[in-house]
């Protein structure tokens, strides 16, 4: 079984740039969720799909952050205007509806300058 | 807001010691804890979990236990291996209407456990 994937796996911009996450869930994974990992800290949820609906974008910084996922299967997150404390690893997992094993994908690693 | 937060930064154990991590959580609500094992470069790994409703659960080589008088939660790790080396988060959630919560969690700052061989 194909796991999540993610792309790129690293990216350098310069603060007030843009950039775009992309991640593949599991095959037939309904719930899919983005979280942003700061250096030595765990994963912080952004927001979480259920199929293609928000069911919580309520820790999202919605002033620079945006995320859809039109078919509800692949998703992109992105970040525009970029800033420096936005430099972190950003991780996309998804679940399997009513079950409770999050899968996790290697994660996008951002560096802002 | 609440967390879950660790006592120990940092574990350094012989290869084939018991590694004990801790974790303590704030959120008398949360109702499911799972602890992660995450590799350097890599996302987090689900190493096993735990419901309220049970205060201990064995996996191969693994045991959580959890205390919820004193919210509580550790992860054992019988006859620790260098592969074992990574750092160890635990994480909670509560549940929702429908189940759509599995995914959405708090999760704790880590523990770096180092296996020397």
């Known amino acids: 079984e194909a796991g999540v994937a993610q792309s790129p796996r690293y990216k350098i911009i310069e603060k007030r740039q843009s950039v775009a996450f992309w991640c593949n869930p599991i095959s037939g994974h309904a719930t899919l969720y983005w979280y942003q990992q700061i250096l030595g800290q765990g994963p912080k949820l952004l927001i979480q799909?259920?199929?293609?609906?928000?069911?919580?974008d309520s820790q999202l910084p919605k002033d620079r952050f945006s995320a859809e996922r039109l078919k509800g299967v692949d998703s992109t997150l992105k970040i525009q205007p970029a800033k420096l404390e936005d430099s972190a690893v950003y991780l996309c997992?998804?679940?399997?509806?009513?079950?409770?094993?999050?899968?996790f994908g290697e994660g996008s690693r951002l560096t802002v300058l | 807001g609440e967390s879950v937060g660790l006592h120990l930064p940092t574990l350094s154990v012989q290869e084939g010691d018991n590694s004990i991590i801790n974790c303590a959580y704030s959120?008398?609500?949360?109702?499911?804890f799972i602890w992660y094992k995450q590799e350097s470069g890599k996302g987090p790994q689900f190493i096993i979990d735990?419901?309220?409703?049970?205060d201990k659960r064995q996996g191969q080589r693994v045991t959580v236990l959890l205390n919820k008088t004193v919210k509580h939660l550790s992860l054992q790790i019988a006859a620790t291996q260098p592969g074992d080396s990574a750092v160890y988060f635990c994480a909670e959630s509560k549940s929702e209407l429908g189940g759509t919560s599995y995914g959405k969690l708090t999760f704790g700052q880590g523990t770096i456990l180092t296996v020397h061989p």
């Open positions: 735990i419901r309220s409703n049970m």
């Open positions: 997992a998804s679940t399997a509806q009513y079950t409770g094993e999050l899968f």
């Open positions: 959120n008398s609500a949360s109702d499911y």
């Open positions: 799909f259920q199929n293609n609906g928000v069911v919580d």
